[in-house]
């Protein structure tokens, strides 16, 4: 489903499973979250995809959650090359100092709920949470679709 969602034009995949996803949060800390924001692509992977994947994912929770989500108020500033074939420390250098805040004012005092559709090693999501708690009074929790199983 998810290499469906990510490579092959399949964006509804991602609603239908963020709305799964959202229906078993509803019950648990997460439902406490005041604002639902999806890791962005770096336009330029944007423009080669089409979509963000993490976008419809971040949509089918809002749903469930009936949370808002805020697509434009963290920015991917550069693009960086795919995390497939790296180490865990090849893939934090990666993403160091990858994300910024477009719009503080979205998010100040605000529990924010990131969302991503698979974690491999959390450089990632770290540098992004890393980059929304900079913003006053914020606090960040995760959630993402897969995390791939160690061989």
Same mark, same amino acid.
């Given at each position: 489903?998810?290499?469906?969602?990510?490579?092959?034009?399949?964006? +509804?995949?991602?609603?239908?499973?963020? $709305?799964?996803?959202?229906?078993?949060?509803?019950?648990?800390?997460?439902?406490? &979250? +005041?604002?639902?924001?999806?890791?962005?692509?770096?336009?330029?992977?944007?423009?080669? $995809?089409?979509?963000?994947?993490?976008?419809?994912?971040?949509?089918?929770?809002?749903?469930?959650?009936?949370?808002? &989500?805020?697509?434009?108020?963290?920015?991917?500033? $550069?693009?960086?090359?795919?995390?497939?074939?790296?180490?865990?420390?090849?893939?934090?250098?990666?993403?160091?100092?990858?994300?910024?805040?477009?719009?503080?004012?979205?998010?100040?005092?605000?529990?924010?709920?990131? &969302? +991503?559709?698979?974690?491999?090693?959390?450089?990632?999501?770290?540098?992004?949470?890393?980059?929304?708690?900079?913003?006053?009074?914020?606090?960040?929790?995760?959630?993402?679709?897969?995390?791939?199983?160690?061989?």
């Amino acid at each position: 489903m998810l290499h469906h969602l990510k490579y092959k034009n399949r964006p +509804d995949v991602g609603s239908l499973v963020g $709305r799964q996803f959202g229906k078993e949060l509803i019950n648990t800390p997460y439902h406490q &979250v +005041d604002l639902i924001v999806p890791v962005p692509l770096h336009t330029s992977r944007y423009k080669t $995809r089409g979509y963000n994947q993490s976008d419809f994912i971040a949509e089918g929770l809002a749903l469930e959650l009936k949370k808002p &989500v805020s697509t434009d108020s963290v920015m991917r500033i $550069r693009a960086n090359e795919t995390q497939t074939h790296k180490g865990k420390y090849q893939r934090w250098l990666n993403v160091k100092e990858l994300f910024h805040i477009a719009k503080p004012e979205v998010l100040v005092g605000k529990h924010i709920l990131l &969302v +991503d559709d698979v974690v491999t090693t959390g450089s990632t999501l770290e540098a992004c949470a890393a980059a929304v708690l900079q913003v006053p009074e914020t606090k960040v929790s995760v959630v993402t679709l897969a995390c791939p199983l160690p061989i």
